[in-house]
């Protein structure tokens, strides 16, 4: 008797669990699915986004209102001054948002001045296989100084945080590993003036210099969509618990006929 009461306990308690995991995996699946409508609806925005015609650059007052939500990738166009400064260099091996880039290279991060006075770091276009060349990337971005103002079209986007192993920034270089116009800004001393750097940068898709280096260009939305087949996965641990629980119980029943 008190073995069967034992085997009920153990029973009861495997039933829970099974009850439990199968919850879990269930309700990963369905917050996988909702992820998926939620990452299309993003891409439709996004797409939506890129489509339009450039818009006029939102004034330094409006600066703070702007979020990645909601201002991401829109496409602005307005008049600026490249700076004479040091440029910053941003190691990539290829583009997530560029078909036409493949690495590796750099990007050219370089500060321009508005008609305001107020700073926007504006990245120039891809260097191919600089390999971390200063004296190449210098070439190509002394290009673009002048002292008349040039019209740039592009898209407002936001800084990057580097993450546990991205490598740290190479001062002497110029070099970083993310997209942190700002980190770049304190580092370079763009805005030293006490001119105000905006919180975004520009990815550029016009003019494209005469020489084609550094290489703006038109930005495609690219975001990866996994979500249907990590809810099937879940889906399917689910099944796999209930399964085997199923032979467990199927087991039990046949031992305690034995039994008898």
Same mark, same amino acid.
């Given at each position: 008797m008190t073995g069967i009461s034992i085997s009920r306990r153990g029973g009861i308690g495997f039933g829970l669990f099974t009850?439990?995991?199968v919850a879990l995996f269930v309700g990963l699946g369905v917050w996988q699915l909702q992820r998926r409508l939620e990452k299309h609806a993003?891409?439709?925005?996004?797409? =939506?986004?890129?489509?339009?015609?450039?818009?006029?650059?939102?004034?330094?007052?409006l600066w703070s209102t702007l979020t990645p939500a909601r201002d991401e990738f829109r496409r602005v166009s307005f008049p600026?001054?490249?700076?004479?400064?040091?440029?910053?260099?941003?190691?990539?091996?290829?583009?997530?948002?560029?078909?036409?880039?493949?690495?590796?290279? &750099?990007?050219?991060?370089?500060?321009?001045?508005?008609?305001?006075? =107020?700073?926007?770091?504006?990245?120039t276009g891809f260097v191919q296989n600089t390999m971390q060349d200063r004296e190449q990337q210098d070439r190509a971005v002394t290009r673009l100084m002048t &002292?008349?103002?040039?019209? *740039?079209?592009?898209?407002? +986007?936001?800084? =990057?945080?580097?993450?546990? *192993? &991205?490598?740290? =920034?190479?001062?002497?270089?110029?070099?970083?590993?993310?997209?942190?116009? *700002?980190?770049?800004? +304190?580092?370079?001393?763009?805005?030293a003036d006490a001119r105000p750097v905006a919180p975004f940068y520009i990815d550029l898709e016009?003019?494209?210099?005469?020489?084609?280096?550094p290489k703006p260009g038109p930005l495609q939305v690219h975001l990866k969509d996994d979500h249907m087949q990590y809810a099937i996965t879940w889906f399917g641990l689910a099944g796999a618990v209930v399964i085997a629980f199923?032979?467990?119980?199927?087991?039990?029943?046949?031992?305690?006929?034995v039994t008898r």
């Open positions: 009850l439990l995991m993003l891409i439709d925005a996004l797409t =939506e986004r890129l489509a339009l015609a450039p818009g006029s650059l939102p004034s330094a007052a600026a001054v490249y700076q004479s400064a040091p440029d910053a260099m941003v190691y990539s091996s290829g583009s997530a948002v560029r078909d036409d880039i493949s690495g590796p290279g &750099t990007w050219a991060f370089l500060p321009a001045r508005l008609p305001t006075g =107020e700073i926007v770091v504006i990245n &002292t008349a103002p040039v019209m *740039l079209s592009g898209y407002i +986007r936001f800084p =990057e945080a580097a993450g546990v *192993l &991205t490598p740290a =920034e190479n001062l002497p270089k110029r070099l970083w590993f993310t997209r942190d116009h *700002l980190a770049m800004a +304190r580092a370079l001393g763009w805005g016009q003019p494209v210099p005469a020489s084609g280096i199923g032979v467990w119980l199927f087991g039990q029943k046949r031992a305690s006929r």
